[in-house]
């Protein structure tokens, strides 16, 4: 293969011919042949090609191929050369034929050697390949660009007689790069790379998303010289999985699960409404994230929003955080000092951890639930506020009043709307989105160009069941952006017991268990996700059908393959319709 030259204009050539006899020596050398490469017919008549390019090693393939011809009498066809004109700093794309003459005892006694411009040939190839509507382009083994069709030049904003000559990476400036690059990984492996998704910079520098596929080129003798990438833009692809997305949000929630999204669906009312809402959920499902969405959607929206963690201050220090307290209340009280309860005046008070309240000022809560009122450390004055209270806890309340330990009157008044949060290993469905945009935020936030995450590092994390809830998975996302230098999030990058040393013992840890932490086969998460889905449907059919977004009949083959049979008679024996819906009623509101 000729090493591409710093010029990108490609003349025309004239059927450049030249003449060689059995010792390798010109006998003749055409004008067209001199402008090809810049020689003079007399210096080079008589002389042998080898001490003209011979010291030249970008002509060894030239000479390889056209040796069957000298030495065998064989004709070669159609090689592809790309010759440099030293002289004028040009390059040229020709076709090489090489003719055996014959002696007169019909033994070959030297070639004819035929170079015919290859843009007649390559002006239908490039036709072809200009009809394609993804982008296509090719490198040589110096990863300079030797082609780019019309879409390429559509996607990038690069003309073509700009990118060929200049190197890949000088033109695209991808999110992968190097060795790690789709192309490169062709050429090294020989094989072809299909559907990986990166970034890539137009001329203006905006970033795009693209789909590429990669695969070798080979000569006529099977050796590689290059590769050929084709890239599809994904900007309206992205843009609409974006529009869709809006759907799975609310406010800075993101789901897509049944459950979740009932509750998407009557926050707008709840947020309406006046009333105490208690936020019950385990740690790391987003209790805070939800008291906003509450606090954004109302009408107290202006106001200020105040969150306090009542587990994370001793009882003394929380009595004066919330309250506030009065000069001389205490030692070192030496001036009056406002609450939280002041400072969301007019506004909304997150008391997160509500479980945690010590009970002398469970009081004092309840009090203020009650008239409104409260009164300030050191004063026995009652101040008035506005303050709507949402309230949140890892806690189960109820066991909490059986045991005395939370005043029954005091969870009365703070139940008055429940939103029970299902934990990640309840909502899997929503894992790849929520890795999406934890990508994202972490991309913004520490400027690398990470673009996804792979399937083998999303079927490991598929496989989990997440103790630590979404605050856990964000916690892995972020440990792999430390080792991830960009494109696609790899197991490698994961943290443990993720991680590639992990991964080869995984088996022997594994649960199979659904309710089992640690990981998982993908026929257990199949199964999982059909029963839940069908506890969430109340086993109905039709509708978990809807939900799952497959037919009856697969349905009807994953409960039997999953030996579901039993526990589906069983369940369509406890659940009728009346009682499903007995059940979503009454007060105080549920979800």
């Known amino acids: 293969m000729v090493k591409l030259p710093k010029s990108t204009k490609t003349p025309k050539v004239e059927d450049a011919i030249f003449m060689v006899n059995s010792a390798w020596e010109l006998i003749s050398f055409n004008r067209a042949a001199e402008e090809l490469f810049g020689l003079k017919s007399e210096d080079v008549i008589g002389r042998n090609c080898h001490a003209i390019f011979g010291s030249d090693k970008r002509f060894a393939e030239l000479f390889s191929a056209l040796c069957p011809s000298v030495s065998a009498g064989k004709i070669v066809t159609d090689f592809n050369l790309v010759i440099e004109n030293p002289e004028k700093n040009t390059l040229a794309a020709v076709l090489a034929t090489a003719v055996p003459i014959p002696d007169k005892e019909g033994k070959p006694s030297g070639a004819i050697v035929i170079f015919q411009d290859a843009s007649s040939s390559s002006m239908c190839n490039r036709m072809i390949i200009d009809s394609i509507a993804d982008g296509v382009f090719t490198v040589d083994r110096n990863w300079k660009i030797t082609s780019f069709n019309a879409a390429a030049e559509a996607v990038t904003g690069w003309k073509r007689e700009d990118a060929i000559g200049k190197f890949c990476g000088d033109v695209f400036h991808s999110s992968i790069c190097g060795k790690s690059c789709a192309i490169a990984q062709s050429l090294y492996s020989g094989k072809p790379v299909a559907n990986r998704s990166i970034t890539i910079a137009t001329i203006e520098g905006n970033r795009i998303p693209i789909s590429i596929c990669a695969s070798p080129l080979t000569d006529h003798e099977g050796n590689i010289i290059g590769g050929v990438e084709t890239f599809r833009d994904l900007s309206a692809i992205t843009m609409l999985q974006k529009q869709l997305s809006k759907s799975y949000t609310f406010d800075e929630i993101i789901s897509k699960s049944t459950a979740m999204q009932r509750i998407f669906s009557i926050l ?92 002398s000022l469970q009081v004092k809560l309840l009090r203020f639930l009650q008239n409104k009122v409260y009164e300030p450390l050191g004063s026995n004055v009652p101040v008035k506020a506005d303050v709507r209270i949402i309230t949140a806890t890892n806690r189960d309340l109820r066991e909490l009043v059986n045991a005395g330990l939370f005043r029954e009157d005091l969870f009365y008044r703070l139940n008055v709307v429940k939103i029970h949060l299902p934990p990640l290993r309840e909502r899997m469905e929503d894992i790849p989105i929520l890795i999406d945009h934890f990508i994202k935020q972490y991309s913004a936030q520490q400027g690398k160009d990470i673009v996804g995450i792979s399937s083998g590092a999303l079927i490991l994390l598929m496989r989990y069941n997440f103790p630590g809830n979404i605050r856990e998975l964000e916690n892995i996302i972020e440990y792999a952006f430390i080792l991830c230098e960009g494109g696609l999030i790899q197991p490698e990058h994961l943290p443990e017991p993720f991680g590639v040393p992990a991964a080869k013992t995984e088996g022997a840890d594994r649960k199979p268990t659904s309710g089992g932490k640690g990981l998982q086969t993908l026929e257990e998460i199949e199964k999982q996700a059909i029963y839940m889905a069908l506890e969430r449907n109340s086993w109905k059919r039709m509708a978990t059908c809807r939900e799952l977004a497959i037919s009856k009949d697969t349905l009807r083959r994953k409960i039997t393959r999953f030996n579901l049979e039993s526990e589906f008679d069983k369940k369509l024996d406890e659940l009728t319709d009346d009682h499903f819906y007995s059940n979503m009623q009454g007060s105080p509101t549920h979800i």
């Open 268 to 359: 707008p009312e709840i947020a309406r409404s006046p009333s105490n809402v208690l936020i019950l959920g385990e740690s790391g499902t987003g209790k805070e994230l939800v008291a906003r969405a509450i606090f954004h959607a109302s009408t107290r929206s202006e106001e200020p929003f105040v969150a306090v963690n009542c587990g994370a201050l001793p009882e003394t220090l929380l009595e004066s955080e919330l309250f506030g307290y009065k000069a001389g209340a205490f030692t070192d009280a030496k001036q009056n000092k406002l609450g939280r309860f002041a400072a969301a005046e007019k506004g909304t008070l997150f008391l997160d951890e509500i479980g945690d309240i010590p009970q």
